[in-house]
Structure formats: structure tokens, C-alpha cells
């Protein structure tokens, strides 16, 4: 085991994916020279050099464009756009070309490309640097869309992508980049491989290099429970799983479904854990109308209705541009409080908060 931040788990899975296979390179904005935004690309210039790690200039149509024409060609370009808000000015590249041109040649040619971009509020960063808009790429088919939680998520989810033959979104929210969590010892043989190949790399690059690439479009139950379920996906999984364990303190036992994957969506895990459970609330980043959240719970209406002791409850951002000040951003966006808040309001519906009381007095 080794405890590493989401930040590190990101760039030495580039580095070793880049070790593993030629055709990986990376493009995007100050990747190089500047070592990235957030600094994901640290030292992977000076290792791998500009023919593989090439800055770009400020337009992002430009060489998300020049990524999908490599990415026809046999090459797997990992893209970095600065922000998801950046990708905005992309989306005719990303909706109209990457995502359609599997289908619109009839299968003869792929665009196994990976996009990576961070979003999320909290940073003080402005109501247009602050945005999720993960549901405008999850709504359109020929895309995926991962949002992984911890940094042995991200490692795996990122492996999976860039392997991936179809072109996949891999979102990071701001505020996951120095939390930390701990690698799991694998047992891939990729490992070995790196090591022969000349990795050079830290027991945690060794650790990262076994890690399995993990099953895009499969959800986690990262915590079993049977009183209610708590859904939720990149930095809100994080925080269902805080309200799982102060919920526990209580005597509450919440199942927390960590989603992964946006699309492909993993029905399957969330039905089978709201008929475990008979209610749930989902909690996301985004805003509530129209939402990720919305999803879900047609998903649950659909496939565990006659279950259900209580309606879904959603968690959200509330319905604004997310406001720069600190005290007004912090209201805006979902806590801890607020999913808890939800959580036990829907348990009351149910009567079993009431129950769970009783047996604890």
C-alpha cells in the first residue's frame, strides 16, 4: 500500500501509459514547458520530449481537431483542456466529429482519444471557471464519460481510457487533486513490463504500474449498508462517504454507490443496491434541473419503483452561476450538511429514523 494524492495517481499513470505504448502522446495548453495547470504533467516533457508532449496553442477546436485526426490514424492522443469550461469551445470538434465518426464511416475507423479536464467550484475561480457540465457530454451517444473519485480510481479509469477505441471524457474536479488515498499492491503484468522497459520509477510508480485498468461503465458499492443508498460521483462520492460514516455513528447503515462512469451508466449496480436499501438520494455537483441526479432517479423509478419506501431525493448545486465570493460559493455548492440533511429527511418519511431512534434510547 502507499498513500499518494489524486494529483500524483493522474501523472505517473501517464507517465507509465506513455512507457507502455508509443502512440500515447499528450497535447494541450502549457503541458510542457509549464508542467500543466495543475501540474499533471510534471517532468514529462523533459523524459519523453516535445515530440510527445506538445504544447498547444490557445484553441481548443484547433487541437481537440488535431487529436481526432491522429487518433483516426492509429496514434491514442491524451488531450488536456485547462478547464471544462474550455471545452465549450470545443464541442463541435468533441460532439459533431469525435463522438460520431465510429458510426458515420460505418466502423472503419475509431478515435481512441481521452480527453482530460478538470471542473467544480469551490476553487474561487468564477461563476464561468466553476461549472459542471459533465451532462452535456453524457447526454450525447458515441462519448464516455468517467469521473472517477480517489486517486486508485482515477489510475485505473485513466488506464481504461486510454486503452479505450472510442473517445472517452475523463473529468477531474479541482478540488480532488491533493486529497489522497491509498494504491492497492496489483498484479498486472505491466508492472514488470515498465521495470524491464526501463520505468526507473518509485515503488509508487511500480504500484500504479499493477494496477488493472478498471471496467469503464461499472459502478462501485465503495460502502454496504441496508438502511438507505447515497449515489454519487466524483467529489461527491467523496462526500457520501463522510456522511456514510458520521450516519454510522448514529446507527444508520448507508450503502454509498460510487457512479465512476457517467456513460455508460451503471443501472444494474444502482437498482440492485435501492431494492437492498427500498430508498435512496443522489447527490452531484451540477445543478439540479435536468441534472446527472434527474438520470438516476428515472433509472430507480424504472427499475426498483415497487421497493421504494420514499421518493428519491436529489442533492445539488443550487440554480445559479456560482458566485465568486467565498461565503456564497461555499452556500451554493453541496455539503456534507446538506446531503445529510436529505438523507435523514428521507428516512423520516420512511418511519425508520423514528425506529432507528427508539432502539437507540
Request: glycine content about 10%; charged content about 20%.
Amino acid at each position: 500500500m502507499a498513500l499518494v494524492t489524486y494529483r500524483q495517481a493522474l501523472r505517473d499513470t501517464l507517465r507509465a501509459e506513455m512507457l507502455r505504448d508509443e502512440n500515447v502522446f499528450l497535447m494541450g495548453e502549457e503541458i510542457g514547458l509549464f508542467e500543466g495547470s495543475y501540474k499533471i504533467t510534471e517532468g514529462l516533457l523533459k523524459e519523453f520530449g516535445p515530440r510527445r508532449v506538445r504544447d498547444t496553442p490557445i484553441a481548443e477546436e484547433g487541437f481537440v481537431g488535431a487529436a481526432i485526426g491522429a487518433a483516426m490514424l492509429g496514434l491514442r492522443p491524451v488531450v488536456e483542456i485547462m478547464t471544462i469550461n474550455f471545452s465549450l469551445l470545443a464541442l463541435d470538434q468533441i460532439v459533431n466529429h469525435a463522438a460520431k465518426i465510429y458510426g458515420m464511416f460505418g466502423g472503419q475507423c475509431s478515435v481512441p482519444m481521452v480527453i482530460r479536464t478538470p471542473g467544480g467550484g469551490g476553487q474561487q475561480l468564477g461563476a464561468t471557471h466553476s461549472q459542471n457540465v459533465e451532462l452535456f457530454y453524457s447526454f450525447i451517444p458515441g462519448l464516455k464519460v468517467v469521473a472517477p473519485s480517489t486517486p486508485a480510481e482515477a489510475s485505473a479509469m485513466l488506464k481504461a481510457a486510454i486503452r479505450d477505441d472510442d473517445p472517452v471524457l475523463f473529468l477531474e474536479n479541482l478540488a480532488l487533486y491533493n486529497t489522497k488515498g491509498e494504491l492497492p499492491a496489483g498484479t498486472s503484468s505491466d508492472a514488470g513490463a515498465a521495470v524491464a522497459g526501463g520505468s526507473g520509477g518509485s515503488s509508487t510508480q511500480m504500484l500504479i504500474d499493477s494496477i488493472e485498468p478498471a471496467e469503464i461503465g461499472r459502478a462501485a458499492v465503495t460502502r454496504p449498508g441496508t438502511d438507505i443508498t447515497i449515489i454519487g460521483y466524483s467529489r461527491m462520492a467523496q462526500v457520501a462517504a463522510e456522511v456514510a460514516e458520521t450516519l454510522a455513528g448514529e446507527g444508520i447503515s448507508a450503502e454509498v454507490v460510487d457512479l465512476r462512469s457517467l456513460r455508460p451508466l451503471d443501472r444494474e449496480t444502482i437498482v440492485e443496491s435501492v431494492r437492498r436499501t427500498g430508498c435512496a438520494v443522489v447527490a452531484e455537483d451540477d445543478w439540479l434541473t435536468y441534472g446527472i441526479g434527474a438520470e438516476i432517479a428515472a433509472t430507480i423509478q424504472e427499475g426498483a419503483f415497487d421497493w421504494l419506501d420514499a421518493p428519491v431525493r436529489r442533492v445539488a448545486m443550487a440554480e445559479v452561476p456560482l458566485p465568486y465570493a467565498k461565503p456564497l460559493e461555499l452556500a451554493a455548492l453541496p455539503s456534507a450538511d446538506s446531503l445529510l440533511t436529505a438523507v435523514r429527511a428521507t428516512l423520516r418519511s420512511t418511519g425508520r429514523l423514528a425506529a432507528l431512534e427508539t432502539t437507540r434510547s
